[in-house]
């Protein structure tokens, strides 16, 4: 079985700052890791994706994350936030072995401050 | 541009009064899901469809049901709605291991 774990559920940050956010995993196969973004009442945007090869894989809007399979983590960064990078992020794992279904972790939800 | 779109937005019922939400895609995905939301909550997934092929979760209660008619549209139905029962429900499409793609989602409202 899989379990996503994300370990800060707020992240306060000031505007232009840098961020991370961080997420761990547990899964007994490979897994796929996913970051997505969701915006109040509204669905969730995909904003990265990691299935195979390079362990550092870049997004959309400037995030970043970078997958270590010995620690187990997949954590998230953008160098410097903007105001709308508030929203509630979403770390999940899927995987053949889940057919493809997806484990969320508890979502992180950052503030950025003037 | 391809997509996935949920309606309605936002949906009121009464206390055991049934309600059905829809979803429909143009992105000819061969999956869908249907996940619940509960406020400051991951979503939760309740069933979904691998083609016509139905898989509920196991701790999914007997309340909601899915329907899917053609690989466009799926329904999610709450026979009794209950006041626990208030949240987003997101519908999202997938094809093989691609990303999932999610709905704007329907807040479910339950007076």
């Known amino acids: 079985a899989q379990s996503v774990t994300q370990l800060d559920s707020q992240v306060p940050v000031f505007e232009e700052a840098p961020v991370e956010l961080r997420c761990n995993y547990s899964s007994s196969v490979s897994v796929y890791l996913f970051w997505y973004v969701q915006y109040p009442n509204q669905g969730l945007q995909l904003l990265l994706k990691?299935?195979?090869?390079?362990?550092l894989v870049k997004g959309i809007n400037g995030f970043e994350a970078e997958f270590n399979k010995s620690q187990t983590s997949f954590h998230l960064r953008k160098p410097s936030v903007h105001i709308s990078d508030t929203a509630e992020y979403f770390c999940a794992a899927g995987g053949k072995a889940a057919g493809n279904k997806l484990t969320f972790g508890g979502g992180t939800r950052v503030l950025v401050k003037p | 541009d391809a997509m996935v779109i949920q309606n309605p937005r936002y949906q009121v019922t009464q206390f055991g009064k049934p309600v059905t939400l829809s979803c429909s895609q143009t992105l000819n995905h061969n999956v869908m899901y249907w996940y619940q939301q509960k406020s400051s909550q991951a979503p939760k997934l309740l069933f979904h469809y691998y083609d016509k092929d139905f898989n509920n979760e196991a701790d999914t209660p007997d309340n909601f049901q899915s329907r899917r008619p053609n690989t466009s549209f799926c329904f999610l139905d709450i026979r009794s709605p209950g006041l626990g029962d208030a949240a987003m429900y997101l519908c999202a499409t997938s094809r093989g291991n691609s990303p999932l793609h999610f709905g704007n989602g329907t807040r479910l409202t339950v007076t």
């Open positions: 990691y299935l195979s090869g390079s362990t």
